[in-house]
């Protein structure tokens, strides 16, 4: 293992309750922090945290502020980002993967300190900034720096009130007036107004929108982008024939100001058309690269990936906040034990709370692997795609197949980091619902990641669907390798519990990996043959393609992201070469993560005849727990190399001191109001006779 500097990782307290666990750990968290995070990135998430802690516009508010104050500090904080000087110039001569790698790394940061502030950069200047380089040509690239600059505070805006996943039904216009050469944008009516739109409602001065491109001559060239100025950038005062408001109180990420719009015969210029992949001349004729409009359209929303994959980042990031939380709790919280008078254990001692908050961690760890991978191959294709001077190359098979891993692992993270949060919350017990713990603002704030960047269930269609073709095709088109196993479908297929376990013990990392290719070309098999029996029947393929969701294509794309995190976790490892307790930790987590899974899938493993009797159920739920036991004594340590630090972490039911009951009650005695009578006291004084109120 190559040698590592950890002296930029700050120390944790020493000698707090959690000294105990964390003694037992035969390994340096610090280094393990090396192993799990490449070091150029946690160099750049430490430089964010600090920058963020010594400034006092980031300091943590102690009440949830009203909502208007939250837009406004979010937006504060946003303006703020280039004093602190957090993106260095010298990354602009950096290459594409390697500059928006820096940028992501700033985002994480962010994203763990306040999702708000997260968002609202990623729409100001991340999203935005990748859809004018996807959809724009040279005459647009003002506008990046603009962005950069905050010369314009921008949005995207793509889904209406009436249409969001189906974004082919969007029905706003452009259509061209070659007379003015100008485009003219119109809002049908209000089911067709922009909404949902972050930093829209109350501060963006440009919106990129999407809209139907008409030409003079009446036809419709379907979707493309177009650069809207809505506001004044010097007062923010709306344009006329813009009607732009705020959609109102969210559950969560109150910091983002959404909004929604309509257009009245708003004139644009024809060079705000982002006409990359599609052209009006002065003269109002229409140019494409594609013979089919709904080609442009995806190519123009593939550029959304980026953010898909941001979005995957933060969720990671959100498993680790969750799990950190959850296991210092654990070792530091007490009740029960063997003797009615004797000491107390803690509860990570016992298996029932090891079995619900050791997955959480362990799928912290392989996520956060897996992720970083992921991340790396999206990078190099679209990497790739720029350098074609042909521009598109993005519906390739390269782009085909990683559409459909991102379009999986998106869903399955935010679905995991959603479900971690509330398992997370419930084994801190009351204190876990206490606005300091952290649990509940997580859980709204990150609620929205199954919905935004493409809804969970819609998305993971998409990869089903291109799995499916995989398995009905005469030839795999899969040059990233993700299905490369479907070579060996028809062995596969045959596999049992008991001839595996043979071939490639449990404790091999092929085991696990064996299960899920059987269960991926079963379920493959499974739902293409529903689909069949359908249409052989005379059922339309839409609805064909419906009634298969159920019965398999939605464990299927849940499925193959579990696969693609594993093998990528396991890929890793076995590059790294790491040294003997390291090795060991990440084969528990491993473990444990791997187990957990095959646990919630086991129906289907019956099912299709994988197993039969007791013995698969039973090994692998003996391996989780006994995974799950020797987790235990290193899961502070573990949990140490994945946290954010506390001022990110905002949670005072773990701190890394481990100083739970002082530090709940420096919470509870400095909460404001705490000891002030309300000025309401008077309401609920229920008048009382003379001789009574002596009482
Ligand atoms: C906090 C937040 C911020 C947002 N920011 C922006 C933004 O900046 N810009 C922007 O343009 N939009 C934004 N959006 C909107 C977001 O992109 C949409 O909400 C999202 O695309 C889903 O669309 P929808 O809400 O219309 O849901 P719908 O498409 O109506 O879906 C509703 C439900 O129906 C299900 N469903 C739909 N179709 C099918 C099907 N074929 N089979 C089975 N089930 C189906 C879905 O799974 C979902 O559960 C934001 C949303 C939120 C919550």
Same mark, same amino acid.
């Given at each position: 293992m190559e040698k590592m500097d950890t002296s930029f990782i700050p120390d944790l307290p020493t000698g707090g309750p959690l000294e105990v666990y964390r003694k037992r750990?035969?390994?340096d968290w610090k280094r393990l922090r090396l192993i799990l995070e490449k070091e150029q990135g946690l160099r750049i998430k430490y430089k964010v945290w600090r920058r963020l802690e010594s400034d006092p516009l980031f300091a943590h508010p102690s009440r949830t502020p009203p909502m208007d104050q939250q837009k406004r500090l979010a937006a504060m904080q946003v303006n703020r980002m280039k004093q602190l000087q #957090?993106?260095?110039?010298?990354?602009? @001569? +950096?290459s594409f993967s390697a500059k928006t790698k820096y940028l992501m790394e700033i985002n994480q940061a962010l994203a763990s300190y306040s999702p708000s502030l997260s968002v609202k950069i990623a729409l100001s200047v991340g999203l935005f900034n990748n859809a004018i380089r996807a959809?724009?040509?040279?005459?647009?690239?003002k506008y990046i720096e603009a962005a950069w600059n905050r010369e314009v505070i921008t949005c995207l805006a793509v889904t209406e009130l009436s249409h969001? !996943?189906? /974004?082919?039904?969007i029905r706003t216009t452009a259509t061209y007036d070659p007379r003015m050469q100008e485009f003219v944008i119109n809002t049908p009516d209000f089911e067709a107004a922009k909404c949902?739109? =972050?930093?829209? =409602?109350?501060?963006?001065?440009i919106a990129m929108t999407f809209a139907n491109l008409i030409t003079a001559d009446g036809e419709n060239h379907g979707l493309h982008g177009f650069l809207i100025p809505?506001?004044?950038?010097?007062? $923010?005062i709306s344009y006329p024939g813009v009607l732009v408001g705020d959609i109102g109180e969210k !559950?969560? $990420?109150?910091?983002i100001d959404n909004g929604f719009v309509v257009f009245t015969n708003y004139r644009i210029p $024809? *060079?705000?058309? #982002?006409?990359?992949t599609g052209n009006v001349t002065p003269e109002g004729v229409y140019e494409s690269?594609? /013979? *089919?409009?709904s080609q442009a359209l995806g190519a123009a929303l593939e550029s959304f990936s980026a953010g898909r994959v941001g979005i995957m980042q933060e969720a990671a990031n959100t498993l680790c906040s969750a799990a950190v939380i959850a296991v210092r709790y654990a070792a530091v919280r007490k009740q029960f034990g063997p003797e009615r008078q004797g000491e107390e254990m803690?509860?990570?001692? &016992?298996q029932l709370h090891q079995y619900r908050i050791f997955p959480i961690l362990a799928a912290a760890c392989v996520q956060k692997i897996a992720v970083e991978e992921l991340s790396n191959t999206y990078l190099a294709i679209i990497a790739g795609s720029q350098d *074609?001077?042909?521009?598109?190359?993005? +519906? !390739?098979q390269k782009a085909a197949e990683i559409h459909a891993i991102i379009s999986a692992s998106k869903p399955r993270l935010t679905w995991s980091a959603r479900d971690a949060i509330q398992e997370a919350r419930e084994s801190c017990?009351?204190?876990? &619902? #206490?606005?300091? @713990?952290r649990l509940g603002q997580m859980r709204s704030d990150h609620d929205p990641l199954c919905t935004y960047e493409g809804d969970n269930n819609v998305l993971g269609q998409q990869a089903s669907n291109w799995l499916l073709r995989q398995w009905n095709a005469?030839? +795999?088109?899969?040059p990233i390798g993700s299905v490369k196993f479907l070579e060996r479908r028809h062995q596969l297929l045959q596999l049992h519990y008991a001839q595996l376990v043979q071939q490639s013990?449990?404790? /091999?990392?092929e085991f696990a990996l064996s299960c899920y290719e059987w269960l991926l070309c079963h379920l493959m098999s499974r739902t293409s043959a529903h689909i069949e029996t359908q249409l052989s029947s005379g059922v339309h393929r839409f609805e064909a393609r419906n009634n298969a969701q159920v019965v398999g294509a939605r464990q299927l794309s849940l499925a193959f992201a579990e696969y693609m995190a594993l093998s990528g976790f396991v890929g890793h490892v076995r590059q790294l070469g790491v040294e003997q307790p390291y090795a060991e930790v990440l084969r528990l987590l491993y473990d444990v993560y791997a187990m957990w899974l095959l646990e919630q899938h086991m129906t289907m493993f019956y099912v299709g005849g994988f197993a039969v009797g007791g013995a698969f159920a039973g090994a692998v739920q003996e391996r989780l727990l006994q995974s799950c036991a020797k987790l235990k004594d290193v899961a502070v340590s573990v949990a140490d190399a994945i946290a954010p630090p506390d001022f990110a972490l905002k949670s005072v039911i773990a701190?890394?001191?481990?100083l739970l009951y002082e530090n709940l009650q420096n919470e509870f005695m400095t909460?404001?109001?705490?000891f002030q009578r309300p000025d309401w006291w008077r309401d609920v004084i229920i008048p009382q006779s003379q001789e009574k109120s002596k009482l």
């Open positions: 750990a035969n390994f #957090l993106v260095p110039k010298e990354i602009e @001569s +950096l959809m724009g040509t040279e005459k647009h690239k969001g !996943s189906n /974004t082919k039904r949902w739109v =972050g930093n829209m =409602g109350k501060t963006a001065t809505i506001r004044d950038p010097k007062t $923010l !559950s969560g $990420l109150n910091g $024809l *060079d705000n058309h #982002l006409n990359r690269v594609f /013979t *089919d409009p803690p509860i990570i001692e &016992y *074609d001077s042909n521009g598109f190359d993005v +519906l !390739s017990g009351g204190h876990g &619902y #206490l606005q300091a @713990s005469k030839e +795999l088109e899969t013990p449990m404790d /091999t990392w701190r890394a001191d481990g909460n404001e109001g705490a």
